[in-house]
């Protein structure tokens, strides 16, 4: 019994020093990105390219307060539409015969609200208790701390946050597509600062190891007005 009665408290004080670990990490997360600032903003706008097996398309993104998110990618003139206006989630997209809207259904529609850059993902989850520090990692050859975030669905990712900067570096997640399980990782560089706040300009995705893509955001706006219609299918 004393040999438990001197482990116990052990495990106990590591336990506190990790907790005060990831409390320090998110606290200056949340300096350096200025989200005290983004917090106070009611809408962001984004204009930039996406690319896809070296195939590059303009692309906007628009966000309103609350939970209003649009993106639309111009393909050969089509317009390929996810929307969620704050109920429901719709999608166009010509290139699949998708002409009219369709409603996107709620188990899919957690790809759709995490273009939300007004709600913050770390900070939900981190005040949900569901932000674990794992250690650190090495991203681009420079020390990065390790965490897992797990969602409102129950689906775990991968943040890495760098040492020096306190900015997001890379993020994992496992991906389902036909049947198939895909790991897509995602390296994010090239922040700039928008009224005190830091936006990735790019963002590279790797799936199972390859390079498929990926995003470059040449125009943010913060606080730009966005009517309501915007996020109205029509």
Known sequence: ???????????????????QTLDEIVNKYYEANGIEKLEK??????EGRASQMGTEMPMTISVKKPDKVKVVITYSGMEIITMY???KGYMVNPLAGMTEPMEIPEEQLSGVKENNMLRNNVLDAFRAGKLKLEGEESV???????????S??????????DKETYLT????AKVS????????ESYISEYHDVNGIKFAKVITQMVNGVEM??????????????????FTIK
């Open 1 to 19: 019994m004393k040999r438990l009665s001197i482990l116990l408290p052990a495990i106990l004080i590591a336990s506190v020093c990790s907790a």
């Open 169 to 172: 570096v890379k993020t994992t």
């Open 152 to 161: 409102e669905s129950g689906e775990v990712s991968g943040l890495f946050i």
């Open 41 to 46: 903003a009611n809408t962001v706008y984004l």
């Open 85 to 87: 206006d704050g109920e």
């Open 213 to 230: 893509g990926g995003m470059t955001f040449d125009k943010v706006e913060v606080d730009r007005e966005i009517a309501d219609s915007v």
């Open 140 to 150: 681009n050859g420079k020390p990065a701390f390790k965490l897992t975030l797990t």
């Open 177 to 184: 597509q036909m049947g198939q399980e895909m790991e897509v």
